[in-house]
């Protein structure tokens, strides 16, 4: 069996080594570079654009406009809403205007420099609020992008029956996804003629798609190949680079490269959605949650990307990973001329889990009850109705992740002043939200005797290459040997989905899983296990029977109704428990994380050391997001004024594993990749309560927000 064992990941020798090729480490013969020359205005419209200067400076080939756009010059995942190049006006600052191809990157860069444009300045929306209450429409069907509700019994009657009710608001800000390498990626022409665009990416499919509406082709004559990828968070869902490569190698002709500066990727990328979120809960004196009432507002940006999925996400799991009887839940998404927000790391559930945490934790100090216990008495389980009346009958495992940490819980001490200890508890809906949900995979016998694996599934650096190949192994009863990878190319496999919202292990794993046992199924019948070797095979059966089978998951959910929110969102969820010690001093509002005990129900461990990195990722992630992180459109612009966690920052970590099978997973697997992150930031505030009193209602709580907050308790 490989399933459950800690392989080495099958991309490790070659990234260690140096020799795994990003995105722009590509090189062709006769390349060109491409850069973008971006508005430097939130919201205005466009009047003269004078290339003049430009154009005439040597090495410049060409730069292209709105204008040479053949097919559509809209895009977005889930609404096309945003411009590749805008025409008449900017809605945002660093919105891409025009694209610049040179011979190399400098010229390039030189010419963005030389170009004028006039603008006619309008007034900029630069909050929620705004964009409630003005009369300007930034888009055409209104400044509202999305409003979803959840409803479940009577709330009144649920707040009515409460011994004490706890009523905050809460507020997070933008945040970057920081990943190490930057948007990048080459395009050329391959050998059937067809644009081909190989970058940094987490969805080939679907970048395919959007490639070949933008040039009016069809998709076939688009091939879309995902290079090795330095991280993506999703913040490389979205079309970066190939939309402006595939229109590039359009007109031209020739090989075209492209990456964005750290500087221009603050500038550009998608961000975490900024939340505000009324929370108001209700419990009896033991304990018992009684109600939960919910108003979530967020900002898109400029453009819808994934902020649709956010706002329903929110509304979904609005009561946390806790059975409540009475739920009242409002989430709505409006547009602003801010940046764009996007996926990222959890699709707005971590900035909710904070809220829900904290509100949990004042609760059982206001019925001097146990964090953990009150935890326990609430927490989902086999059984359990979710907010969306979703009845709960296995890989429910969240009162056994509480019960790993029980025993660490108890024993707590405090070491110094300004110690103390918190919890987070979680729960995350596995792939999209009440909506098809497919993968597509299959395993080919090839001439050579070795079983492809064809998947569309992109691996970026979370590990699913090695995943999906365990899960092969084992369907096949095969050694590692006998097998070959094939993956990130539309050329060669099937819509895989997105490498997002925790799905590649579960639903691309389950589609290999269902590939790799009709391929078994078929060398048993040619008889594989009396010991006909594979090259044998294929000689005989060539010709007279398909040597390729596919695979095919999606998980079973169901539509939510539009008034209550009533349905089955999705077929499973990740749970799981942090528990974090922090260090806190008053005099300079310094807090330092200290440890972190981690447990999680991943339903089956494919691979417990991939795990653990992911879980020991999400951890240092949540330290960011807690503590530190915090971009400031029109003021970030670089790593000078952006702070993420070091190395120096990081705790002790304890990972501990909770295998709750769920029965459409692939030998009961799910994902685990937001679960990681989700919980943490919410342990650490309530980490900050226990240590110093105060209650943290902004995030993040920095050094200058927890100093103030500490001074403030001084004065009373």
Not at 51 to 72: F, H, M, N, Q, Y
Not at 596 to 625: C, Y
Request: aromatic fraction near 8%; charge should be neutral; include cysteine.
């Amino acid at each position: 069996m490989f399933v459950g064992r800690s392989l080495e990941k099958v991309d490790a020798a070659a990234k260690v080594a140096g020799r795994a090729a990003f995105a722009y480490d590509l090189k062709m013969e006769e390349m060109l570079f491409a850069c973008i020359f971006r508005s430097e205005r939130p919201h205005a419209r466009i009047g003269q654009i004078d290339t003049r200067e430009a154009i005439s400076l040597p090495g410049v080939v060409s730069i292209l406009s709105a204008k040479d756009i053949p097919g559509k010059n809209l895009f977005g995942a889930i609404r096309k809403d945003q411009p590749f190049l805008a025409d008449r006006a900017v809605r945002y600052r660093g919105e891409p205007i025009l694209v610049v191809v040179a011979r190399n990157e400098e010229v390039a860069r030189r010419a963005c420099g030389l170009i004028k444009v006039s603008y006619e300045e309008i007034p900029p929306i630069l909050s929620p609020a705004d964009a409630a209450s003005s009369a300007f429409l930034l888009h055409q069907d209104g400044n509202l992008l999305s409003y979803r509700r959840v409803r479940k019994g009577d709330v009144a009657k649920g707040f009515s029956e409460a011994d004490v009710i706890v009523e905050h608001t809460y507020s997070t800000h933008w945040i970057d996804h920081a990943f190490l390498e930057t948007e990048a990626g080459i395009g050329y022409l391959d050998e059937r003629g067809r644009v081909a665009i190989e970058s940094s990416t987490q969805n080939v499919h679907y970048k395919r798609a959007e490639a070949a509406r933008l040039l009016g082709i069809p998709e076939e004559r688009v091939r879309v190949i995902q290079a090795t990828t330095g991280g993506g968070f999703g913040g490389k869902l979205d079309v970066t680079v190939e939309g402006f490569l595939a229109l590039a190698v359009h007109h031209l002709r020739r090989p075209v490269l492209m990456r964005y500066t750290r500087e221009e990727s603050f500038l550009a990328n998608t961000k975490r959605h900024p939340l505000h979120i009324e929370y108001k809960t209700g419990a009896r004196k033991d304990g018992t949650l009684t109600a939960v009432k919910v108003n979530v507002i967020g900002d898109t940006g400029a453009y819808a990307s994934y902020g649709e999925t956010v706002c329903l996400r929110t509304a979904v799991h609005a009561t946390g990973p806790y059975e409540v009887p009475h739920v009242y839940a409002d989430s709505r998404m409006f547009y602003t001329n801010n940046p764009p927000s996007g996926a990222m790391r959890g699709f707005g559930i971590p900035q909710l889990a904070f809220a829900h945490e904290a509100q949990l934790d004042e609760i059982a100090s206001s019925l001097s009850l146990d964090p953990l216990d009150i935890r326990m008495k609430n927490c989902l389980k086999k059984g359990s109705l979710t907010a969306t009346s979703q009845a709960l009958s296995a890989s429910a495992g969240l009162l056994e992740t509480l019960k790993q940490i029980e025993p660490f819980w108890r024993l707590r001490q405090k070491k110094h002043p300004g110690s103390g200890f918190g919890l987070g508890c979680m729960y995350y809906g596995i792939g999209n939200t009440a909506m098809p949900n497919p993968a597509g995979a299959q395993a080919e016998l090839a001439e050579h005797g070795r079983i492809i694996l064809h998947t569309g599934a992109c691996d970026i650096g979370q590990g699913s290459d090695t995943a999906l190949l365990q899960i092969l192994f084992d369907a096949l009863g095969m050694e590692p040997r006998h097998v070959i990878l094939d993956r990130g190319d539309t050329a060669s496999s099937q819509d895989a989905g997105s490498t997002s919202a925790s799905r590649q292990t579960y639903i691309s794993g389950r589609a290999v899983y269902e590939a790799g046992r009709k391929m078994r199924q078929f060398l048993e019948q040619q008889g594989y296990p009396e010991g006909k070797d594979l090259r044998e095979i294929y000689r005989v059966a060539k010709g007279q029977q398909p040597l390729c089978f596919d695979g095919f998951f999606d998980p079973p959910t169901t539509r939510l109704d539009k008034e209550t929110g009533r349905g089955i969102p999705y077929a499973t969820y990740g749970f799981a428990t942090h528990m974090t010690e922090v260090q806190v001093e008053e005099a300079t509002g310094t807090c330092r994380v200290k440890k972190v005990r981690a447990s999680h129900d991943v339903g089956k461990g494919i691979n417990p050391a991939l795990i653990q990195g992911q879980i020991h990722g999400g951890i240092s992630m949540g330290i960011g997001f807690a503590l530190l992180e915090e971009f400031i459109p029109g003021e970030t612009a670089s790593f000078d004024s952006y702070h993420l966690p070091t190395s120096m920052d990081m705790p002790r970590i304890e990972v501990m594993l909770v295998e709750d099978l769920e029965p459409t997973g692939p030998y009961g697997a799910k994902g685990v990749g937001e679960p990681a992150l989700i919980p943490q930031a919410a342990s650490i505030v309530n980490a900050i309560r226990d240590a110093v009193q105060v209650n943290v209602y902004e995030l993040p709580c920095d050094v200058e927000r927890l100093k103030i907050l500490l001074e403030r308790k001084e004065k009373r």
